[in-house]
Each structure stands twice: as structure tokens, then as C-alpha cells.
């Protein structure tokens, strides 16, 4: 049987925005992402629509070698799913990115974290919000509301499996430079213990 697996990935943009989620996380990656494919040719996730403006945030695709992951540091971590549960998550962000106009960055959420208060906000996501709302087709996975989880909440998940740790520019799976954005079709993904360029 074909197994299938999401991408997940932690970074550090190293932006001052980061930096002061960082005073409070203590923690080095503080941004996370969700692609569907290992070259990750398509990462999705909640954050800023202009890359020097944080204050304008929504639905977002982000590039490997673009805006703020140029000099971005991270762990990329694979998590193997039934036939089904891909499907419903690719459905999920499908569905989500053709309504992208209407989701909001959830700033106010952040600051519910903080106080442990679960602020469930229709149509608005930061970004571990919106990873764990993905993983959540797979029903038991999590064990909080998506909107309590933090990035720190989904790498302490069960069964991740790190294939990489380093500056996300030097990401071995790549296919080359010229990626084309792809609409959910995807190849058999394999494990693959790459080196750390850290």
C-alpha cells in the first residue's frame, strides 16, 4: 500500500516579529507550515501576505528561496496518514485557499495562547492554528483545540520523523530553482534521513 505523508515545517525568519515570540516561547522555531509533497513545492500556512508588513496576514503559500525564508532557519518533519486522512487534509487546505479573501491572521489569538484562553475566531488563523486545524482531519491526533496549539504543541507530536535540520534555502529535496506551484498532485513521498547544514 502507497504511503502518504504532510511536511511540516518549523522555522526561525529571524524577523523582529519572531523575535518577540520568542521572548515569550523560549523556544528557536516559532513558525510553522504544512506542504503536501517532500520537494515542498507547495507550503501553506498563516502569516504575512507582504513580506515586510506584518501587520497585513492571512492565508498564505510560502517559497522556499522567497521573502522571509531566504535566510530562514528550520526542522522539516514528515508525518505518515492513511489514503484518507491526505485526501481530507489537501481537501481541507483546498477548500481554504479558494476562500482565502475572507481568512484573517488571528493576532488576537496569540494573545489568548498567552492567557490559556481558547479564542476559537471564525475565518481567522496564526499559524499553528492552522496546521493543527489540518491535522485535525485525523481525528485523535491532537490532544487540545487547534486554536491552543503551538508550534512547540505540534513538534512534540507522536510519530513525526525529522528529515531535515538547517537553513531552509539548502533544503535537499528541491527540485530546482524554477518550482512550479502545483494544485495537489503529487508523487510517492519517501523518508529520507538528509544531513544536517546547520
Known amino acids: 500500500m502507497e504511503e502518504n505523508k504532510v511536511y511540516i515545517i518549523f522555522t526561525d525568519t529571524g524577523t523582529l516579529f519572531t ?13 510553522v ?56 487534509m489537501q481537501t481541507k487546505v483546498s477548500q481554504m485557499e479558494a476562500e482565502k479573501e475572507l481568512y484573517k491572521y488571528n493576532l488576537l489569538g ?44 505540534l513538534l512534540s507530536m507522536n510519530e513525526l520523523e525529522l528529515i531535515y535540520k538547517g537553513k531552509l534555502i539548502y533544503y535537499p529535496h528541491q527540485e530546482n530553482e524554477n518550482m512550479v506551484e502545483d494544485d495537489f498532485h503529487f508523487g510517492k513521498s519517501i523518508l529520507y534521513k538528509s544531513p544536517d547544514f546547520s
Request: with cysteine; net charge positive; aromatic share 16%.
Open 110 to 153: 496569540l494573545f489568548a495562547i498567552m492567557l490559556n484562553y481558547n479564542l476559537d475566531r471564525k475565518k481567522a488563523f496564526f499559524c499553528s492554528e492552522f496546521v493543527a486545524t489540518v491535522l485535525n482531519e485525523k481525528k485523535g491526533l491532537l490532544s487540545k483545540s487547534p486554536s491552543l496549539c503551538t508550534p512547540q504543541d
Open 33 to 88: 507550515s504544512i506542504s503536501f509533497d517532500k520537494q515542498l513545492t507547495n507550503i501553506f500556512s498563516f502569516g504575512r501576505k507582504k513580506p515586510y508588513n506584518p501587520f497585513i496576514g492571512g492565508f498564505v503559500r510560502e517559497r522556499i528561496a522567497e521573502g522571509l525564508f531566504k535566510n530562514a532557519k528550520c526542522e522539516v518533519y514528515s508525518y505518515s496518514l492513511s489514503e484518507w486522512e491526505y485526501n481530507q
Open 19 to 31: 523575535k518577540l515570540i520568542k521572548l515569550y516561547t523560549k523556544k528557536p522555531l516559532n513558525h
